[in-house]
Structure formats: structure tokens, C-alpha cells
């Protein structure tokens, strides 16, 4: 296990970070990926279940999001690359960043062509290893519209626990919204990546 940063270790090398899972790779999006991204975000169907996606989306919107995205101990932009072709096709998108006094708040989304394959799981889930095994997060939060039935499976796959209502912002409707608030504490995460671990492992043997 790579060990965690310490907070006066310089971020440099943590800049080209990324992610590899069994369907997956996380990775800092590139301008190369921009017509990908419009395509996928310019979709009611996403962005009305986002904080801060505009609608309708396109190239510009989707250069300018490219050219700021973050890969840094406190802010994680990440784009969600498909595997299975000579280029890992892109798919969405998934974060880590401060939000609502929360070091670490998880967002993420996927185009609807990719939906009901268990993608956002397999991101998210990376995520929270990564936020627990390389930036030594106590804990992380996420939160989705109280309409957003697929997004709160995601996050109870992944073991995040409710922990309350409230309101969020909505740029696609231009207002606040109601969410559900969720949060994922180490305690737990250790539990249930040692089970995972456990199982797997198991699995192998008798596979083997």
C-alpha cells in the first residue's frame, strides 16, 4: 500500500495520480476528451441531478471544466475512463473536494449510454480507498437529491451510512434542492474493505 501524505509533503508527485480498477481508470481528463464530455453532460437526465453542472452543456463548458480541474491532496478532479478498447472511452466523472465543512466530499456522475453497469459503484468505491489509503481521511461525505434513487444505491454499495436532510444547491433548476446527506468513517470503510479482502481472497483459493 503506498502510504499516505504527510501535510508538509509537496503535492508534486500526487499531481499525476491515478486510479486503475478491475473495469476502470481514473485519471485527470485532458482537452482531448472535451467532445466526449459535452456529449455525456449535456443531458438533462444528469444534470438535473448535479450541484453545479450548467445546462445546457457544451464544448466551451467543457474545456473550461478540463483546463481547472484539480488533482491535489485537498481536490480530486478525476475523469472515469472505460476500459475494453485501444482507448479507455470516457464516461464520467468522479471528486473528492471540501464541501459543506467536509474535507473530503464525493461527487461523481456517468453518461446515461452507461447506466445500470455498476460503474459509479466501481468509481466511487476507488475513490474512498483513495481518500482513506492515500490522503488519510478520518472520513467522507457525499450527499444526492432526494429524487436520486440510483445515486443512494451507489453510495450504500459503498458502505456510506445516512446521516440526515437538508438543502443543496441546484444550477440546473437555478435554486436550492432537497438532499440526503451521507457519510462514510474510516471505522467502517476498514470493516468493510477487510471483508471485501477476506471474501475475495476466498474466492481465488476456489477459483484456484
Known amino acids: 500500500m503506498t502510504p499516505p501524505l504527510r501535510p508538509e509533503e509537496p503535492s508534486e508527485e500526487f499531481a499525476t495520480t491515478s486510479v486503475e480498477t478491475k473495469r476502470l481508470i481514473l485519471t485527470r481528463p485532458t482537452r482531448a476528451d472535451a467532445a466526449a464530455l459535452a456529449a455525456l453532460a449535456n443531458d438533462v ?3 438535473e441531478n448535479l450541484a453545479t453542472l450548467p445546462h445546457p452543456y457544451g464544448h466551451e463548458e467543457a474545456c473550461a471544466f478540463i483546463d481547472n480541474t484539480e488533482v491535489s491532496p485537498s481536490r480530486v478532479n478525476f475523469g ?5 478498447t485501444a482507448k479507455p472511452a470516457f464516461v464520467g466523472t468522479v471528486s ?3 464541501r459543506d465543512g467536509e474535507k473530503f466530499s464525493l ?7 452507461h447506466w445500470g453497469k455498476g460503474l459509479a459503484t466501481e468509481a466511487a468505491r476507488a475513490m474512498a480507498d483513495l ?10 461525505a457525499s450527499v444526492c437529491r432526494v429524487t436520486n434513487g440510483a445515486s443512494r444505491r451507489v453510495l450504500e454499495k459503498c458502505g456510506f451510512q445516512y446521516s440526515g436532510q437538508g438543502m443543496g444547491p441546484s444550477l440546473f ?3 436550492m434542492v432537497p438532499v440526503d446527506r451521507f457519510r462514510l468513517e474510516r471505522r467502517v470503510w476498514q470493516s468493510l474493505k477487510e471483508w471485501r479482502d477476506a471474501r475475495f481472497g476466498t474466492l481465488k483459493a476456489l477459483a484456484g
Open 45 to 47: 437526465r444528469v444534470a
Open 80 to 84: 472515469v475512463y472505460l476500459k475494453g
Open 96 to 98: 473528492l473536494m471540501p
Open 107 to 113: 461527487g461523481y456522475w456517468i453518461g446515461q449510454p
Open 131 to 140: 481518500a482513506f489509503e492515500r490522503l488519510d481521511a478520518a472520513a467522507v
Open 173 to 175: 433548476l437555478r435554486g
